[in-house]
C-alpha cells in the first residue's frame, strides 16, 4: 500500500479526532500557554486558544482530504497531445511533524499522460491535501507523486519540491539560508534520462 494510501484510510473514519473534543483541544492550547509562564486568563490571552485551534483547522485540513477523490475526474479528449504536461512552483505552506513549525516551499510535477489528463488545479490540491499535515519533506515528496501514480496511471511522473525548514531557521542551529531539495521519479521520467531532463529544464527558474 502506499504511503499516501495508508495515511488517507488511516484518517478516513476521522476516529481520532472524535475523540478529542474543540473544548479539549482549546484546554490543552492554555495548559502550554501556563506551561511558558503567562497567564491564560488575561485578557490578551483570552481568546488565543480559540483562534490556535481555529488556524488548525486551516493549517492541518489536509487529513479531511482524499486525494483519490481529488484525481478522479480526468479528461481523454487531448487531442492527441503525447508529450510531458508540467505545473511548476506550486506554493504551499507545512509543518514539521518533529516541532510543529513551518515548512515554506514550492512543488513542481510533470507528468506524460496515458491517454487522459487532469485539470491543473488537481495538481495544486494534491500538494495543498499532504502539505496540510505534519509532514517531513520526504515524505511529503513520496506521497504527491505515489497519489499521481496510482490514481492517474502515467506513463511517466516526476515530483520536485523546494522548501525552508523553520524548525532549522528559527532554532537548532539557526540556518536561515538552508534550502533544502527533494525529489522523485517513477516510470519513463525514472528511466528515460533525456526525459527527465527536460523536466528538470522546465521548471528552472
Known amino acids: 500500500m502506499s504511503s499516501y494510501s495508508s495515511i488517507t484510510k488511516a484518517f478516513k473514519s476521522d476516529d481520532v479526532k472524535k475523540k478529542v473534543t474543540v473544548e479539549e483541544a482549546e484546554k490543552a492550547v492554555e495548559t502550554l500557554i501556563a506551561w511558558i509562564g503567562d497567564d491564560p486568563k488575561r485578557e490578551g490571552l483570552l481568546e488565543t486558544p480559540k483562534r490556535v485551534i481555529k ?15 481529488i484525481l478522479s475526474k480526468t479528461f481523454k479528449e487531448i ?5 510531458i504536461v508540467v505545473l511548476k512552483k506550486i506554493d504551499f505552506e507545512s509543518h514539521c ?19 487522459s489528463i487532469v485539470g491543473i488545479s488537481k495538481l495544486a ?13 520526504e515524505i511529503m515528496t513520496s506521497q504527491i ?12 511522473v516526476g ?10 531557521k528559527t532554532r537548532g542551529v539557526h540556518k536561515k539560508n538552508s534550502l533544502m531539495l ?18 528538470l529544464d522546465f521548471i528552472k527558474d
Do not use: W
Not at 55 to 69: A, D, I, Q, R
Not at 97 to 115: D, R, V
Not at 145 to 156: K, S
Open 145 to 156: 507523486i505515489n497519489a499521481i501514480h496510482d490514481n492517474l496511471n502515467p506513463i511517466g
Open 55 to 69: 488556524s488548525f483547522n486551516e493549517h492541518f485540513g489536509g487529513y479531511k482530504e482524499n486525494p483519490s477523490e
Open 182 to 199: 527533494t525529489s522523485q521519479f517513477k516510470g519513463s521520467f525514472l528511466t528515460d534520462e533525456k526525459l527527465r531532463n527536460r523536466f
Open 159 to 168: 515530483v520536485v519540491i523546494e522548501a525552508d525548514h523553520h524548525c532549522m
Open 97 to 115: 511533524e518533529h516541532h510543529m513549525l513551518p515548512i515554506i516551499g514550492n512543488a513542481s510535477i510533470g507528468y506524460l499522460p496515458n491517454k
Open 79 to 83: 487531442q492527441g497531445y503525447d508529450d
Open 125 to 137: 490540491r494534491i500538494v495543498n491535501t499532504f502539505a496540510k499535515r505534519l509532514q517531513t519533506q
